[in-house]
């Protein structure tokens, strides 16, 4: 069945600097979901793109979606303490809203 | 708003025995998921419900899983009986008919340990 992966898997930054993970899938998408989950506020939706849309922002997040690739990427700039948490991509297909999660990237910043 | 709610939040139990975990999702939000999370994976949906009727199991092990959501509102998943494998954590989603249709609201999740 389609799943997200990601690439890399574990990322290890100093607070300030810029955190990339990418993300590729095997099937058509409607739309490429991130989500963080750390340990204590669980997984939370962080920003969605559609499969018309080659880059999306939101705050210190920047996403790009590649179709013909079929790949993904997510940029936190700018990187906090606070943004240590795993990262997962999640696509979804057309006709239903199941998603189908990457393993996840585990990224840890430094203060 | 208030989030998704989960109970019990940790469970341990032995193999062979049967366990229960249950969700209260979002006031009004239509659609219910059940995902599994393996130490190390991703979650995995198991069930999605729209409103009391199932909209896909495919991938719920029904020899030993069982869900239900009768009033359409909160819903039970229930393990029997309970092997080693299924140790993971269990976490409930909601989701909006209408509004922002895409984005799923995850609960704290109940983390089952199997012995």
């Known amino acids: 069945s389609q799943q997200g992966e990601e690439d890399p898997q574990a990322l290890s930054i100093q607070e300030g600097e810029n955190a990339t993970m990418n993300c590729s899938y095997k099937t058509s998408i409607n739309n490429l979901q991130w989500y963080r989950q750390n340990s204590g506020r669980g997984l939370v939706h962080l920003i969605l793109i559609r499969s018309n849309e080659r880059e999306k922002h939101s705050g210190r997040l920047r996403v790009t979606l590649d179709t013909s690739k079929k790949s993904s990427s997510l940029l936190i700039t700018a990187s906090r303490a606070a943004d240590t948490a795993s990262y997962f991509c999640a696509t979804a297909l057309y006709g239903n809203n199941r998603l189908a999660f990457g393993k996840g990237n585990q990224v840890v910043v430094i203060p | 708003e208030a989030g998704v709610a989960q109970s019990p939040r940790y469970k341990i139990i032995e193999k062979r025995q049967s366990v229960a975990f249950w969700c209260n999702p979002i006031?009004?939000?239509?659609?219910l998921y059940w995902y599994q999370q393996i130490l190390g994976q991703g979650p995995k949906l198991l069930i999605q419900f729209q409103n009391n009727g199932v909209v896909d199991d495919s991938q719920l092990p029904k020899d030993r899983f069982s869900a239900e959501r009768l009033k359409g509102v909160d819903s039970t998943l229930k393990i029997q009986p309970a092997k080693l494998e299924d140790s993971a954590v269990y976490l409930c989603a909601s989701r909006q008919t209408s509004g922002t249709p895409y984005e799923q609201y995850f609960g704290p999740g109940t983390r089952l340990t199997v012995t």
């Open positions: 006031s009004g939000h239509a659609t």
